[in-house]
């Protein structure tokens, strides 16, 4: 006896190819920003539990004045953790990318001056909690993710910049919408 | 052509929103910092602290090797916990029973406490943690001593 295929499915026989490059517009930048999001959200909860850690962290970098550490240090981690919590969730996420690019360059002009000046400090990327990375690991950290938002922006230029079109591989809004 | 400022704009206006979100708990926590910084641990002493200007103090210097040879309080001992067992022994050479001990690293860091809680535990007192660190003791050094 042969089978049907139960109605309202449609039968849509897929190439390789085909599949590949819905990974590609779909999955990959989903992944992308899932792991931006990610480290973001890690990075500014591991602060907040410890504000008065990453003053000092703050303090070690030598270029803020003693005045704005207290407020950097109470600032930084919620952006961080709204930054996040923005890119994992695809809300705001034009601003959640703009933010983050900013953060990332700042964070990485700090760790390369850090370098640069010889300073014995540790990068303070993730709190005292998580355990302190040297400003090595840090800067080369922040290249990777650097990397990544670069691609993010790449993805969500070239989609917004072209006229959208209803996608059968969309469920609900699609990020760039937001 | 417009699409690119109008996603500029848009993403303009969300970092504003997102900042602005991030003000909320940052003004709690911003609060909550300022407090911790004005309230002191019943073994913490600020750079005003008559303690802290007495003739037989032992200070002793919880931050690394490099950041010692960089600069420290005069007459501070290092030990940290990297070398402890080595860096202990210059301890016991400088403390006598009754004076009393001070404990520093740099500003906002826990190694003091550390350091401080591991001395207690080998039965040395009275032992201080300097608040501020390093950086208190310096800020309150005339110029020309440094």
């Not at chain 1, 080369?140 to 996608?167: E, H, M, N, T």
């Not at chain 2, 003004?27 to 003739?55: C, G, I, Q, R, Y």
């Amino acid at each position: 006896m042969e089978t049907k295929p139960a109605e309202g499915i449609p039968l849509m026989e897929r190439s390789p190819a085909s599949s590949q490059s819905t990974w590609l517009r779909n999955g990959l930048p989903l992944l992308l920003r899932l792991t931006l999001g990610g480290i973001f959200l890690y990075a500014g909860i591991m602060k907040a539990l410890d504000p008065g850690a990453f003053v000092g962290d703050l303090r070690g970098f030598q270029v803020f004045p003693e005045t704005a550490l207290p407020i950097l240090a109470a600032f930084v981690p919620y952006l961080e953790i709204f930054v996040g919590a923005a890119l994992v969730l695809g809300v705001l996420y034009s601003g959640a990318l703009f933010l983050s690019g900013g953060q990332l360059l700042t964070f990485a002009a700090l760790l390369a001056s850090a370098m640069w000046r010889g300073l014995d400090i540790s990068c303070g990327c993730f709190g005292r909690h998580a355990g302190g990375d040297s400003v090595e690991i840090g800067l080369l950290r922040d290249g990777i993710l650097l990397l990544i938002w670069f691609a993010l922006v790449w993805i969500f230029v070239r989609q917004g910049a072209k006229p959208r079109q209803p996608s059968p591989d969309l469920i609900g809004r699609s990020v760039y919408d937001v | 052509m417009t699409v690119i400022p109008s996603l500029a704009i848009k993403a303009l206006r969300g970092a504003l929103l997102l900042s602005l979100l991030a003000c909320i708990p940052a003004a709690f926590a911003w609060v909550k910092l300022k407090d911790a910084a004005e309230t002191l641990l019943p073994d913490e002493l600020t750079m005003h602290d008559p303690k802290v200007s007495a003739k037989d103090v032992v200070w002793v210097d919880a931050r690394s090797q490099d950041a010692y040879d960089e600069g420290h309080v005069t007459g501070a001992i290092l030990l940290n916990d990297d070398k402890w067992d080595t860096l202990l022994g210059n301890l016991f050479a400088a403390w006598q029973p009754e004076r009393p001990i001070i404990v520093y690293c740099s500003a906002g860091c826990e190694a003091s406490h550390h350091v401080a809680d591991r001395l207690r535990d080998l039965g040395l007192e009275p032992i201080y943690v300097l608040k501020g660190g390093y950086d208190a003791w310096k800020q309150n050094q005339p110029k020309a001593s440094l």
